[in-house]
């Protein structure tokens, strides 16, 4: 581990890889852009070749590039530097595979993301592919409308808690069968507060049980208050290359409202430090439709965030949940309540600003530019698998690994504390498994896929439904027509998709298209197997 | 030893009260100490023990006419009715004497809960006087102005009541409906004065609780109360005055014989439907049933005769001996509803559990008419009519707690009446004067004469200093004055004549909250006069929603029409287009809320630990979608119906 911290500055004066991957702001996804998805004719097919969004670089022997070829093979494949195809059959040493994967990690940055991640980018069957989530439980302090799952430690056994998110995803990887992890995200709580130690042995216990290719998405949650520049640093050398800061406001009383610790200008500080070193790759969040907030004031900070922010912004309208001050507050009267018409136009407007200043709107809260999408989340909206670690995780995938066959829904156990035993007697703490059946998971396709800008292209919808296509569903049905003459969806060649106002009102949209799925499946032709 | 002495004692106390049980029970277990004083002296007769000695038939012979009374207790609400008959009942050893019988008659879960009795109940008592044993025949009666109709049907079958006053509450407008409807009856009446737990009779005073002196109750019913004017020698002549329906016996029918004997294996007809039955258990109540050899005339008992269809025994009817024909007895005036409210299955798919549910209610409460009915946004139903909304709330309680149905209820109405201009319309219906008790079918005015609308005389007794503002409340209800008076020092009692359906709704309730609970008011029915009758029509963007539509009086409508909107605009999720809700007068439009359009549904985070979240809502969502009522193109879910239609009890 020290021989690993030892190589900060080496990464840090790694060459920015940005001018590699940039493509132009993209066209807009609502009405006339390009066939996004894969033109390749083999799509679909369990071995595909790689999907390559144009303006990616493509690079010889990157499809074997600094992969293992075997998830649970005891005889794995080291990670190599990338360009140099590796030979199956090497002999693993863990110290050096995790030293090689901080390398080849390092290289991997210079790659940007896929513009469109819209299919599988390896030759590994989906069912063999899985995004990681690591949950970190613990905050310094409750925010006021937070009711994720967190808790305020008086004293964090890291060592302890390390150990069991490691034994959780070691677990959890040989159950799913997964020869490949494409992206981990570090989410919390918040995870900035973990050591980088904690997050490098996560790392380092994936790609001893995986193949994590050296571009993966490795995504940790920050506070402003949380991690200064020397953390920062840390975090990277452990193997993250991609921050996400929650930001929340550039308004000193709404963080205060908030229940945040930090102050508007220690957020932009942090932005600044963390474009240092993750440059391209720092996204932001900023909350709307707060109580008392107003338009005008609010697209003043998205302005000003403009001037600061990296490539990648979050706009999401605050929900207030049961059971957060917040809530409590505005029960009381002692607070406004937040206005839905204000909150409305702060959002409308603010996409359109974003729009102006080259962002591409890949999904209902998350902008883009220069390609700077989180393959992480679009996995979740594209229905690839994932995996939970941690307490109160959530994660959909087949565990292959014991013969199962069918995707679960997989929740782990809330409490850290119990999680923790869970762990340490099972090697997982995983306290539900909900078997997702067909007609289940398309439905997840489509709830899913809708909150894109691509939506479902047919390509997409086929790998999960092979007989009944977008068309059969959808197009004879009355109320689907309405919506689309209504403009608000889009059923065309490319797939069925929202427009730019049925974006911001899928919610809407969701049980006319739910019911008419289900129906169209009742209505199919009966399989062999009944209930099937 | 402090927690062996704990547990010691813990012990000690819980074989103490198992004992207690044990010997309550009668049942066989270790013996207590005789130091166990709890247990040893545990003298009360063990209820099920001795009910099951009962069990061997009672001789009613025993029980001459000039030896039966048979007496109801009239009260206003809450004035003590049903604790003196409990106590009149632990008295002649129907029931045990212990702190738990709390209004016994009331057998009810509704009746119980609320403190109030629905339905009369019957309760021969034996009790031994002056050397004679009497048998003393109890009636007891609903106490609130809904079930005046209960009341009447129970003193039929009486030569005398008890009046029960409360001394603190003093007279009250039921305490005058039922001295009425007793003196009408042509009985004796003898007044009670219940103060609080404390009864005073006749300058006696009786503790309740202990149960001393509420003999001299008893003394006066067989002294003041005439026995029954019957002959045992005539043929069988009996009174159906009540009837309950059992799942495994099939209908009970509570009897009074006014001649005759009947006994187990007699044919007896019904005079109503013509039809035979073979008797297959006679007796009495006490108060639960009691299988008896006989039942003689001037008697009050039960007859179960194999009646399995709830139509078979109608109150009213008389039974009489198979080839021995009477003449019937005076039916019952029968009971006239009030108050109509529609009534449909939360489920479709629950129809006809609840259509059985309704039948057998309706036996036990056969003031209760059945209409079928249907509605485009909650399908097949009926249109229920009640004497009022007391007895409306109480038949929906019963069907949700007795056979475990829930529905919806719409808003009550009455029954108007329509005077037909239009000669095809007569031909039709085939009268010129029809009654509408669903306002989807309220004829237009071009094919009408005249609309009437039911009336009634409305009593209110109430302090003098809230007279104002009840005058006030009576004026904005249309009513017109018919009397004032003074009936003691500072309290009035106002006669009014209201149209009916503005007290249905909520009138009782304002008067309550306006007198601080101190005007009592009952009503009687009045006929119809004519009234300005207007049909409101709710639109949802140009189209009527046809479940909504209400017959309200002219000068209503724009109040009406605007209330109906505001809680429709409060009950309509967004759409994705603007709704405009708007209340008409034919093609003039009254009022109008506004339901904007949405311009952001969408969850905000929407990651892997919200998928499940999110699709669960979604299924939810989606599910509730099937279950919209489309009207136009705008979908109403049914509880937003059920928010505008329900009733504000």
């Given at each position: 581990?020290?021989?690993?911290?030892?190589?900060?500055?080496?990464?840090?004066?790694?060459?920015?890889g940005?001018?590699?991957?940039?493509?132009?702001p993209?066209?807009?996804?609502?009405r006339?852009?390009?066939?996004?998805?894969?033109r390749?004719?083999?799509?679909?097919?369990?071995h595909?070749?790689?999907?390559?969004?144009?303006g990616r670089?493509t690079?010889?022997?990157?499809a074997h590039?600094?992969?293992?070829?075997?998830?649970s093979?005891?005889s794995r494949?080291l990670a190599?530097a990338?360009?140099?195809?590796?030979t199956?059959?090497g002999?693993a040493?863990?110290?050096?595979?995790a030293?090689?994967?901080?390398?080849?990690a390092k290289m991997?940055?210079k790659?940007?993301?896929?513009?469109?991640?819209?299919?599988p980018?390896?030759?590994?069957?989906?069912?063999?592919?899985?995004?990681?989530?690591?949950?970190?439980?613990y905050?310094?302090k409750?925010?006021?409308?937070c009711?994720?799952?967190?808790?305020?430690?008086?004293?964090?056994?890291?060592?302890?808690?390390?150990?069991?998110?490691v034994?959780?995803?070691q677990?959890?990887l040989?159950l799913?069968g997964?020869?490949?992890v494409?992206?981990?995200?570090?989410g919390?709580?918040t995870p900035?507060?973990?050591s980088?130690?904690?997050v490098?042995?996560?790392?380092?216990a994936v790609?001893?049980?995986?193949?994590?290719?050296?571009?993966?998405?490795?995504?940790?949650?920050a506070?402003?208050?949380?991690a200064?520049s020397s953390?920062?640093a840390?975090?990277?050398?452990?193997g993250?290359?991609?921050?996400?800061?929650g930001?929340?406001?550039?308004?000193?009383t709404?963080?205060?409202l908030?229940?945040?610790t930090?102050?508007?200008?220690?957020?932009?500080?942090?932005?600044a430090?963390?474009?240092?070193?993750?440059?391209g790759r720092?996204?932001v969040?900023l909350?709307?439709?707060?109580?008392?907030?107003?338009?005008?004031p609010?697209?003043g900070?998205?302005q000003?965030l403009?001037?600061?922010c990296?490539?990648h912004?979050s706009?999401?309208?605050?929900?207030?949940?049961?059971g957060?001050?917040?809530?409590?507050?505005?029960?009381?009267g002692?607070?406004?309540?937040?206005?839905?018409?204000?909150?409305?136009e702060?959002?409308?407007?603010g996409r359109?600003v974003?729009?102006e200043?080259?962002?591409?709107?890949?999904?209902?809260?998350n902008?883009?530019?220069?390609?700077?999408?989180?393959?992480?989340?679009?996995?979740?909206?594209?229905c690839g698998q994932y995996?939970?670690?941690?307490?109160?995780a959530?994660?959909?995938?087949?565990?292959?690994g014991?013969?199962?066959?069918?995707?679960?829904a997989?929740i782990?156990t809330l409490e850290?504390?119990?999680?923790?035993?869970?762990?340490m007697?099972?090697g997982?703490?995983?306290?539900?498994?909900i078997?997702?059946?067909?007609?289940a998971?398309?439905?997840?396709?489509?709830?899913?896929?809708?909150r894109?800008?691509?939506g479902?292209?047919?390509?997409h919808w086929?790998r999960?439904?092979?007989?009944?296509?977008l068309?059969?569903?959808?197009v004879?049905?009355k109320?689907?027509?309405?919506?689309?003459e209504?403009?608000?969806?889009?059923l065309d060649h490319?797939?069925?998709r929202?427009?730019?106002?049925?974006?911001?009102?899928?919610?809407?949209?969701?049980?006319?298209l739910?019911?008419?799925?289900?129906e169209?499946w009742q209505?199919?032709t009966?399989?062999?197997?009944p209930?099937? | 030893?402090w927690t062996?002495a704990?547990?010691?004692?813990?012990?000690?106390r819980?074989?103490?009260?198992?004992?207690?049980r044990?010997?309550?029970?009668g049942l066989?277990?270790?013996?207590?100490?005789?130091?166990?004083?709890a247990?040893?002296?545990?003298?009360?007769?063990?209820?099920s023990?001795s009910?099951?000695?009962?069990?061997?038939?009672?001789?009613?012979?025993r029980?001459?006419?000039?030896?039966?009374?048979n007496?109801?207790?009239?009260?206003?609400?809450d004035?003590?009715?049903?604790?003196?008959?409990d106590?009149?009942?632990?008295?002649?050893g129907?029931?045990?004497?212990?702190?738990?019988?709390?209004?016994?008659?009331?057998?009810?879960?509704?009746e119980r809960e609320?403190?109030?009795?629905?339905k009369?109940?019957?309760?021969?008592?034996f009790y031994d006087y002056?050397?004679?044993?009497?048998?003393?025949?109890?009636?007891?009666?609903p106490?609130?102005v809904d079930?005046?109709?209960?009341?009447?049907r129970s003193l039929?079958?009486?030569?005398?009541v008890?009046l029960?006053?409360?001394?603190?509450?003093?007279i009250?407008a039921?305490?005058?409906?039922?001295?009425?409807l007793a003196?009408?009856a042509?009985?004796?009446v003898?007044p009670?004065?219940n103060?609080?737990?404390?009864?005073?009779f006749?300058?006696?005073?009786?503790?309740?609780k202990?149960?001393?002196?509420?003999?001299?109750?008893l003394?006066?019913?067989?002294k003041?109360i005439p026995p029954?004017k019957?002959?045992?020698?005539?043929?069988l002549?009996?009174?159906?005055?009540?009837s309950?329906?059992?799942?495994?016996?099939?209908?009970i029918?509570?009897?009074?014989?006014?001649?005759?004997?009947?006994?187990?294996?007699?044919k007896?007809?019904?005079?109503?439907?013509?039809?035979?039955?073979?008797?297959?258990?006679?007796?009495?109540l006490?108060?639960n049933e009691?299988?008896?050899?006989?039942?003689?005339?001037?008697?009050?008992?039960?007859?179960?005769a194999g009646?399995?269809?709830?139509?078979?025994?109608?109150?009213?009817?008389?039974?009489?001996?198979?080839?021995?024909?009477v003449?019937p007895?005076p039916g019952f005036?029968?009971?006239?509803?009030m108050?109509?409210?529609?009534?449909?299955?939360?489920?479709?798919?629950?129809y006809?559990?609840?259509?059985?549910a309704?039948e057998?209610?309706?036996?036990?409460?056969?003031?209760?008419?059945?209409h079928r009915?249907?509605?485009?946004?909650?399908g097949?139903g009926?249109?229920?009519?009640?004497?009022?909304l007391?007895?409306m709330?109480?038949?929906?309680?019963?069907?949700?707690?007795?056979?475990?149905?829930?529905?919806?209820?719409?808003?009550p109405t009455?029954?108007?009446k329509?005077?037909?201009?239009?000669a095809?319309?007569?031909?039709?219906?085939r009268?010129?004067?029809i009654?509408?008790?669903?306002?989807?079918?309220f004829?237009?005015?071009?094919?009408?004469?005249?609309?009437?609308?039911?009336?009634?005389?409305g009593?209110?007794i109430?302090p003098d200093?809230?007279?104002?503002?009840i005058?006030?409340?009576c004026?904005?209800?249309?009513?017109?004055?018919?009397n004032?008076?003074?009936?003691?020092?500072?309290r009035?009692m106002?006669?009014y004549l209201?149209p009916?359906?503005?007290?249905?709704?909520d009138?009782?309730?304002?008067?309550k909250?306006?007198?601080?609970?101190y005007?009592?008011?009952?009503?009687?029915?009045?006929?119809?006069q004519?009234?300005?009758?207007?049909?409101?029509?709710?639109?949802?963007?140009?189209?009527?929603?046809?479940?909504?539509?209400?017959?309200?009086?002219k000068?209503?409508?724009?109040?009406?029409?605007?209330?109906?909107?505001?809680?429709?605009?409060?009950s309509?999720p967004?759409q994705l287009f603007e709704?405009?809700?708007?209340?008409?007068?034919?093609?003039?439009?009254?009022?109008?809320e506004t339901v904007k359009?949405y311009?952001?549904n969408v969850l905000?985070k929407?990651y892997?630990?919200?998928i499940t979240?999110?699709?669960k809502?979604l299924?939810?969502?989606?599910?509730g979608?099937?279950k919209?009522?489309?009207?136009g193109?705008?979908?109403?879910?049914?509880?937003?119906?059920?928010?505008?239609?329900?009733?504000?009890?």
């Amino acid at each position: 581990m020290k021989l690993k911290l030892k190589k900060f500055s080496d990464l840090r004066k790694r060459k920015d890889g940005r001018a590699a991957a940039v493509s132009a702001p993209v066209p807009s996804r609502w009405r006339c852009g390009p066939e996004p998805s894969r033109r390749r004719s083999d799509a679909g097919r369990g071995h595909a070749a790689p999907f390559l969004p144009p303006g990616r670089p493509t690079r010889p022997g990157s499809a074997h590039t600094g992969r293992f070829a075997l998830g649970s093979s005891p005889s794995r494949v080291l990670a190599r530097a990338p360009g140099r195809p590796t030979t199956a059959g090497g002999t693993a040493f863990p110290g050096v595979r995790a030293r090689g994967w901080v390398k080849a990690a390092k290289m991997a940055q210079k790659r940007r993301l896929a513009e469109d991640a819209g299919g599988p980018r390896g030759p590994t069957p989906g069912s063999q592919r899985a995004a990681l989530y690591v949950h970190w439980p613990y905050c310094e302090k409750r925010c006021s409308y937070c009711n994720f799952n967190k808790y305020i430690p008086r004293g964090v056994d890291e060592a302890a808690m390390r150990r069991c998110l490691v034994t959780e995803a070691q677990t959890l990887l040989q159950l799913s069968g997964v020869r490949r992890v494409e992206s981990v995200f570090f989410g919390g709580g918040t995870p900035s507060l973990a050591s980088p130690h904690t997050v490098a042995a996560v790392l380092e216990a994936v790609a001893q049980a995986t193949h994590l290719p050296a571009d993966s998405e490795v995504t940790l949650e920050a506070n402003p208050t949380s991690a200064p520049s020397s953390r920062l640093a840390a975090f990277r050398a452990a193997g993250v290359n991609r921050l996400s800061i929650g930001l929340q406001s550039l308004d000193d009383t709404e963080l205060q409202l908030l229940g945040r610790t930090h102050s508007a200008s220690d957020a932009l500080q942090m932005l600044a430090e963390a474009r240092r070193h993750f440059p391209g790759r720092v996204s932001v969040d900023l909350m709307l439709g707060l109580p008392a907030q107003h338009v005008g004031p609010w697209l003043g900070q998205l302005q000003k965030l403009l001037h600061h922010c990296d490539d990648h912004v979050s706009l999401y309208q605050l929900s207030l949940e049961r059971g957060t001050a917040l809530f409590t507050q505005v029960q009381q009267g002692s607070l406004p309540a937040p206005d839905p018409e204000l909150a409305a136009e702060m959002y409308q407007e603010g996409r359109a600003v974003l729009r102006e200043a080259g962002f591409r709107q890949y999904e209902v809260s998350n902008f883009a530019r220069n390609g700077a999408l989180s393959t992480h989340n679009w996995t979740y909206w594209q229905c690839g698998q994932y995996l939970g670690v941690g307490p109160g995780a959530h994660g959909r995938f087949i565990p292959q690994g014991a013969g199962g066959h069918t995707r679960e829904a997989r929740i782990q156990t809330l409490e850290p504390d119990n999680w923790m035993k869970e762990v340490m007697l099972f090697g997982h703490g995983t306290r539900k498994r909900i078997p997702l059946g067909e007609l289940a998971l398309l439905e997840e396709v489509l709830a899913m896929g809708l909150r894109t800008d691509v939506g479902i292209t047919h390509q997409h919808w086929q790998r999960f439904e092979p007989q009944l296509t977008l068309w059969d569903v959808f197009v004879a049905d009355k109320e689907v027509q309405e919506l689309l003459e209504q403009g608000l969806l889009l059923l065309d060649h490319r797939g069925l998709r929202c427009s730019w106002e049925g974006l911001a009102v899928l919610d809407s949209m969701l049980p006319t298209l739910l019911s008419r799925l289900q129906e169209a499946w009742q209505q199919r032709t009966p399989s062999p197997v009944p209930g099937g | 030893m402090w927690t062996l002495a704990g547990q010691g004692c813990w012990r000690g106390r819980a074989l103490a009260a198992w004992a207690t049980r044990a010997a309550r029970r009668g049942l066989p277990g270790p013996r207590p100490a005789p130091t166990r004083g709890a247990a040893a002296e545990s003298k009360a007769p063990d209820r099920s023990y001795s009910s099951a000695d009962r069990k061997e038939t009672i001789d009613m012979s025993r029980f001459p006419v000039e030896n039966t009374r048979n007496f109801s207790i009239i009260a206003h609400v809450d004035h003590g009715k049903s604790t003196l008959a409990d106590r009149l009942l632990e008295l002649t050893g129907a029931i045990d004497k212990t702190k738990n019988n709390k209004q016994v008659l009331d057998k009810l879960q509704v009746e119980r809960e609320r403190g109030i009795t629905v339905k009369a109940q019957t309760a021969s008592l034996f009790y031994d006087y002056e050397g004679k044993q009497y048998l003393l025949n109890l009636i007891d009666t609903p106490g609130h102005v809904d079930f005046s109709y209960e009341v009447s049907r129970s003193l039929s079958a009486c030569q005398g009541v008890l009046l029960v006053v409360d001394a603190n509450e003093g007279i009250q407008a039921q305490t005058v409906a039922n001295f009425f409807l007793a003196f009408e009856a042509q009985l004796s009446v003898i007044p009670v004065i219940n103060k609080k737990t404390w009864f005073y009779f006749q300058k006696s005073q009786i503790s309740a609780k202990l149960g001393t002196n509420v003999e001299s109750v008893l003394q006066a019913v067989i002294k003041r109360i005439p026995p029954p004017k019957v002959h045992r020698k005539n043929p069988l002549r009996a009174l159906v005055f009540d009837s309950t329906f059992d799942q495994y016996r099939g209908v009970i029918a509570n009897v009074a014989l006014f001649d005759g004997v009947v006994s187990k294996g007699d044919k007896i007809v019904s005079a109503h439907t013509q039809k035979t039955y073979e008797v297959n258990e006679v007796g009495v109540l006490n108060p639960n049933e009691q299988p008896t050899h006989k039942l003689y005339a001037g008697q009050v008992g039960y007859l179960i005769a194999g009646m399995k269809d709830v139509t078979e025994a109608q109150i009213g009817d008389t039974l009489y001996l198979h080839k021995r024909p009477v003449e019937p007895l005076p039916g019952f005036k029968s009971a006239k509803p009030m108050v109509f409210a529609g009534m449909y299955p939360v489920d479709q798919s629950e129809y006809n559990n609840l259509k059985s549910a309704i039948e057998k209610l309706t036996l036990n409460d056969s003031s209760v008419t059945v209409h079928r009915d249907s509605s485009l946004a909650l399908g097949a139903g009926w249109r229920l009519g009640f004497l009022g909304l007391l007895h409306m709330e109480v038949f929906n309680q019963r069907l949700e707690q007795e056979y475990n149905a829930s529905v919806i209820l719409t808003t009550p109405t009455v029954p108007y009446k329509a005077v037909l201009s239009s000669a095809k319309l007569i031909k039709e219906y085939r009268e010129k004067e029809i009654t509408i008790i669903n306002p989807a079918q309220f004829p237009d005015k071009s094919k009408v004469t005249e609309y009437l609308e039911p009336i009634v005389l409305g009593t209110i007794i109430t302090p003098d200093e809230y007279t104002g503002k009840i005058i006030m409340l009576c004026q904005a209800r249309r009513a017109v004055q018919k009397n004032m008076m003074y009936i003691d020092q500072n309290r009035i009692m106002l006669k009014y004549l209201f149209p009916l359906n503005e007290i249905v709704v909520d009138f009782y309730d304002s008067l309550k909250s306006l007198s601080s609970g101190y005007a009592s008011f009952d009503y009687e029915d009045a006929g119809y006069q004519t009234a300005e009758l207007v049909k409101l029509d709710i639109l949802l963007n140009g189209n009527i929603v046809e479940e909504l539509v209400t017959v309200v009086h002219k000068d209503k409508a724009y109040a009406a029409g605007k209330a109906i909107c505001e809680r429709l605009k409060d009950s309509l999720p967004r759409q994705l287009f603007e709704i405009a809700i708007q209340a008409a007068l034919g093609s003039k439009i009254i009022a109008r809320e506004t339901v904007k359009a949405y311009r952001k549904n969408v969850l905000a985070k929407c990651y892997g630990g919200d998928i499940t979240r999110k699709m669960k809502l979604l299924k939810r969502q989606t599910e509730g979608k099937k279950k919209l009522r489309k009207v136009g193109n705008v979908e109403v879910p049914k509880d937003a119906f059920i928010k505008v239609l329900k009733t504000q009890i």
